[in-house]
């Protein structure tokens, strides 16, 4: 089974993970020369590639799966790091949800049900925006939203607890069946959020993402952090980590989301499948009526 190895930006699996000491701009000092814009571009070019490689060679054996969830506030990237990291990947073997409000059908499930479906095959990734976690995110900060559920009892004490404890079980169940789990909360900072909700105001190519809403969710916004730092907590564990990832520079942000996920890959088995000696035998059959043609 995948286990996260140690990183400057995984959430530890103790619980002492504190938002307040979470980064939103990049690491000012690094090993590494091209510590800037043009040099995360340019890396993310080669690490964009590289994945898609990987997800080929994962295709090849299909014993494993990947799935990457992206979580944040408004504004934070989560679209933008989609559409650069995983650019570079056969559309054949990708799946892309996003997770908006719930329509009555799926409030009448479950809340694990409508994120099923779209779970990674073997061979697979999948990329979650927005998922289950929304359920100990968006309702925590807005519990009014779980009278849509029509739960039987009402929710007690334990409810949270108890949410996070159904999560960590069918995480480590797909663990346990070969999915690698990887989980990204994009940390904005509050200034950050105000400067790109403002470029959705007056941008004209942004306007059509802006929505009312997000300045009513903005004026919640230690309750949503106070609700990341429990859930990052609660459910960042070795099979399924989760990493804090500085966002103010979605340079930055990109690159290292790109970066983390290749590092996963490169504890998966991912050399092309040998062949059999019987296949082997029926490969050179195969080569001797192809060549008589
Ligand atoms: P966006 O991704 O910005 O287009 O917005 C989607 C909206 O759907 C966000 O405001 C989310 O908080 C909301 N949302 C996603 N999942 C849930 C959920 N399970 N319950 C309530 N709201 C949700
Ligand atoms: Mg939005």
């Given at each position: 089974m995948f286990e996260a190895k140690s990183h400057r930006f995984l959430v530890p699996f103790?619980?002492?993970?504190r938002v307040a000491k979470?980064?939103?701009?990049?690491?000012?000092?690094?090993?590494?020369?091209?510590?800037d814009a043009a040099g995360w571009e340019a890396d993310l070019e080669t690490q964009s590639t590289k994945l898609g490689d990987s997800q080929h060679r994962l295709y090849s054996r299909g014993t494993n799966a990947v799935l990457v969830i992206l979580q944040a506030l408004d504004a934070a990237g989560k679209d933008g790091t989609i559409r650069h990291v995983f650019r570079q990947v056969n559309p054949c073997g990708i799946q892309v949800a996003s997770f908006k409000a719930p329509t009555p059908l799926e409030t009448a499930h479950d809340f694990l049900w409508r994120t099923t479906p779209h779970l990674p095959a073997h061979g697979h990734l999948s990329v979650f925006n927005?998922?289950?976690y929304e359920e100990v995110l968006v309702v925590r900060v807005?519990?009014?939203?779980?009278?849509?559920?029509?739960?039987?009892d009402a929710p007690s004490g334990e409810f949270w607890k108890e949410r996070f404890s159904v999560i960590n079980a069918h995480e480590r169940n797909l663990a346990n069946q070969g999915t690698v789990i990887l989980k990204f909360w994009l940390n904005v900072s509050k200034k950050e959020q105000r400067e790109r909700l403002l470029a959705r105001v007056d941008d004209p190519e942004k306007?059509?993402?802006?929505?009312?809403?997000d300045l009513d969710e903005r004026d919640r916004w230690d309750d949503y952090l106070t609700a990341y730092e429990a859930c990052l907590n609660a459910t960042s564990r070795p099979w399924a980590p989760w990493y804090a990832i500085p966002a103010d520079d979605k340079h930055f942000a990109r690159w290292q989301v790109a970066k983390l996920v290749n590092d996963a890959f490169g504890?998966?088995?991912?050399d092309f499948p040998q062949p059999t000696k019987e296949v082997m035998a029926e490969l050179d059959v195969a080569r001797a009526r192809l060549t008589k043609e």
């Amino acid at each position: 089974m995948f286990e996260a190895k140690s990183h400057r930006f995984l959430v530890p699996f103790n619980g002492g993970f504190r938002v307040a000491k979470s980064r939103t701009k990049p690491p000012k000092k690094s090993a590494k020369k091209n510590n800037d814009a043009a040099g995360w571009e340019a890396d993310l070019e080669t690490q964009s590639t590289k994945l898609g490689d990987s997800q080929h060679r994962l295709y090849s054996r299909g014993t494993n799966a990947v799935l990457v969830i992206l979580q944040a506030l408004d504004a934070a990237g989560k679209d933008g790091t989609i559409r650069h990291v995983f650019r570079q990947v056969n559309p054949c073997g990708i799946q892309v949800a996003s997770f908006k409000a719930p329509t009555p059908l799926e409030t009448a499930h479950d809340f694990l049900w409508r994120t099923t479906p779209h779970l990674p095959a073997h061979g697979h990734l999948s990329v979650f925006n927005r998922s289950y976690y929304e359920e100990v995110l968006v309702v925590r900060v807005h519990p009014e939203f779980l009278a849509a559920q029509k739960l039987p009892d009402a929710p007690s004490g334990e409810f949270w607890k108890e949410r996070f404890s159904v999560i960590n079980a069918h995480e480590r169940n797909l663990a346990n069946q070969g999915t690698v789990i990887l989980k990204f909360w994009l940390n904005v900072s509050k200034k950050e959020q105000r400067e790109r909700l403002l470029a959705r105001v007056d941008d004209p190519e942004k306007r059509w993402k802006f929505r009312m809403q997000d300045l009513d969710e903005r004026d919640r916004w230690d309750d949503y952090l106070t609700a990341y730092e429990a859930c990052l907590n609660a459910t960042s564990r070795p099979w399924a980590p989760w990493y804090a990832i500085p966002a103010d520079d979605k340079h930055f942000a990109r690159w290292q989301v790109a970066k983390l996920v290749n590092d996963a890959f490169g504890q998966v088995e991912l050399d092309f499948p040998q062949p059999t000696k019987e296949v082997m035998a029926e490969l050179d059959v195969a080569r001797a009526r192809l060549t008589k043609e």
